[in-house]
């Protein structure tokens, strides 16, 4: 199989993500659950992603599909679409799959998943996190991780345009 094909076949609908957690839960996989925009990947985002991927045997990303990043970040937002957001999460040697959700939060696409491990940055409270009653109501946990300072989308979209001046 070429990397590409490889790379795609991350690339999942809630329809065909149904059918891998079948397989990994039936295989006694720990999976792990994040989620964000992904606008412009930066070392924070590698960071923290192998972070989260290094606390279960199955990394899943919910993605904000290009309208939902729109209504949180603004008209001007996403930099990058989502199709190619995906490709790139996807392309992670530690994401197992990635999926687009277009709701304000990420509660359904978490109900879907049913994650052993929820994570957000430790700009989080634990409790705060959306999915925290699905997750810890099964027995799961909710982490924090910290973040690499200094590396934020919105900075390096600041810079760059600074930089253009």
Excluded at 76 to 84: T, Y
Excluded at 129 to 147: H, N, Q, R, S
Aim: charge should be negative; aromatic fraction near 8%.
């Amino acid at each position: 199989m070429k990397k590409t094909e490889a790379i795609q076949k991350k690339i999942h609908t809630r329809e065909s993500l149904q059918t891998l957690l079948d397989s990994w839960c039936n295989q006694g996989k720990k999976i792990v659950f994040t989620n964000g925009c992904f606008d412009i990947l930066h070392l924070g985002h590698a960071d923290y992603l192998s972070k989260a991927a290094d606390l279960g045997d199955v990394l899943i990303i919910g993605v904000n599909t290009d309208s939902s990043v729109q209504r949180i970040k603004g008209p001007d937002r996403p930099i990058n679409d989502e199709r190619a957001r995906l490709f790139l999460l996807a392309s992670f040697l530690f994401v197992d799959a990635v999926v687009l959700f277009d709701e304000e939060t990420p509660y359904n696409l978490i109900n879907l998943v049913q994650p052993d491990v929820l994570v957000k940055g430790k700009d989080y409270n634990t409790e705060d996190v959306v999915g925290y009653d699905i997750v810890t109501a099964k027995g799961g946990k909710v982490e924090t991780i910290d973040l690499v300072e200094g590396y934020s989308t919105t900075a390096l979209i600041q810079n760059i345009l600074r930089t253009e001046k």
